[in-house]
């Protein structure tokens, strides 16, 4: 009889520093002893960064992922029902982007339908805004809710967006702040078990993954975010969630917006059926897979056109203590950023707008910074626009104009002018499913 070994931090990060799979046991204790406090942050950073130089089989990711979800509370929604029959749930996450307002109107849309949508969101951090600290900017209105009220709420109005609770994955919390301070977070494994332990804990029915690239997004080459997308479409359906990922393009920013108030004033745009192409066209390409996930092939460009997409946000809105009717703060303090030259607009780089928009005050340095709920960017022209010499490109909106300059400096390249006109952008770049 072999007496079992317990596996330690050291030979955990050896293994996986010189290249071997690790198996089941050293990842459950690895993430449980993390997560306990047993093994410390300086050994878990020596592991991650061993991970993402090195990666994990299929068979790594989906231990490591089912074990980061058994550190945590799994929320069962199974039991919701509408005229007496299950109402069924679909969530959609984005892996973030510059100008990503898409779950604002994407949430209430699907559930004007009939579907539960429980939205679990996050805070911004680093480039890429947060969901949460955009809706923040309604007065009122309140990110976090209990267990036994956001069940309520799906219940009652459909749509939920808001903080996932401490319980839930809670070794993912402890290493993504890790891997936020130890260049590790563009790790497809850690990136992948990090996303999907979240939606298997929130148990979600079906999932629809919105997988951005380009050079507003963690990910800018397009075999990174397809092989993201699998891995995570691969971990869904492994765990009983019916996953489909899209790839999209995050190399020009989403919409004329970039911030806190700004974006979620685009997103009633939407609502109220107009709003800019590219955000109505994802949200409707989104809003149709989320819905053909349940069964549903209805055209959800109807409920935009009709107001029921709307009248949900209301009550969305509503039941999380906000006033759907209260003006949006605005900043005390605008400047535009305007055209060196005549030209044509080839391009408007994503990453700088997300740089301008945080160096504004619309997103935060470390957790639990303040963020400036009437900061951003907003600009007046996409790809493809004729502009002239002197004409305002962009406006900045702070209501601390010291940081006009630091904002204004990421701005000055932010915008590519040239003579011919660039190709129309395929933002929908490859749908992916289990076995594609
Ligand atoms: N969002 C997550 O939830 N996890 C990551 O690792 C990156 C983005």
Redesign the pocket.
């Known amino acids: 009889m072999s007496a079992e070994i317990t596996p330690d931090a050291v030979s955990v990060i050896t293994a996986k520093r010189d290249g071997r799979a690790l198996d089941d046991a050293q990842i459950d204790w690895a993430i449980r002893a993390f997560t306990d406090g047993e093994m410390a942050p300086e050994q878990m950073s020596a592991l991650a960064m061993a991970v993402l130089l090195r990666g994990m089989d299929r068979r790594e990711i989906a231990r490591w992922t089912a074990a980061m979800v058994a550190t945590g509370d799994r929320l069962d929604f199974s039991g919701l029902r509408r005229a007496g029959r299950p109402l069924r749930t679909v969530d959609k ?1 984005s ?2 982007g510059v100008g990503d307002k898409i779950t604002l109107p994407l949430t209430p849309l699907v559930a004007s339908y009939g579907v539960a949508v429980p939205q679990l969101s ?1 805070r911004g951090l680093g480039l ?1 805004g947060g969901t949460l600290d955009k809706l923040e900017s309604i007065p009122g209105w309140r990110a976090e809710v209990t267990t036994a009220d956001m069940t309520a709420q799906l219940q009652e109005v459909g749509a939920v967006i808001c903080a996932a609770g401490a319980g839930l994955a809670p070794a ?1 919390k402890k290493l ?1 702040a890790l ?1 936020d301070v130890t260049g590790t ?1 563009e790790s497809i494994p ?6 999907m332990s ?1 939606k298997i804990a929130e148990g979600t029915g079906a999932l629809v993954l919105d997988v951005k690239v380009g050079s507003g997004a ?1 990910l800018a080459d397009p075999e990174d975010a397809r092989e993201l997308a699998r891995t995570m479409v691969a971990l869904g359906a492994d765990a009983g969630v019916d996953t489909v990922a899209l790839v999209t393009d995050m190399s020009t920013p989403l919409g004329h917006t970039a911030g806190n108030a700004v974006e979620v004033a685009e997103a009633l745009e939407v609502l109220s059926g107009g709003g800019p192409p590219d955000v109505v066209h994802l949200t409707l390409v989104l809003a149709r897979e989320m819905l053909a996930a349940v069964g549903i092939d209805d055209d959800p460009a109807d409920h935009l056109a009709g107001g029921q997409a709307m009248d949900t946000w209301r009550a969305m809105i509503a039941a999380q203590g906000g006033d759907p009717d209260a003006a949006l703060p605005t900043a005390a303090h605008t400047d535009t950023v305007t055209a060196a030259t005549d030209g044509i607009v080839t391009g408007l780089d994503a990453q700088a707008v997300g740089l301008a928009a945080w160096r504004l005050g619309a997103g935060r340095a470390r957790p639990g910074d303040a963020v400036q709920s009437e900061a951003g960017v907003v600009w007046h022209v996409r790809p493809g626009d004729r502009v002239r010499r002197g004409q305002a490109l962009m406006t900045m909106h702070t209501r601390t104009p010291e940081r006009f300059a630091a904002a204004r400096a990421a701005l000055e390249t932010a915008v590519i002018l040239g003579d011919t006109a660039p190709a129309a952008r395929e933002l929908v770049r490859e749908r992916i499913t289990v076995g594609s």
Do not use: E, N
Not at 190 to 195: G, H, K, R
């Open positions: 996450h892996t973030g996050g890429t993912d993504y891997r977070v850690l990136l992948a078990s990090s996303i979240k963690f």
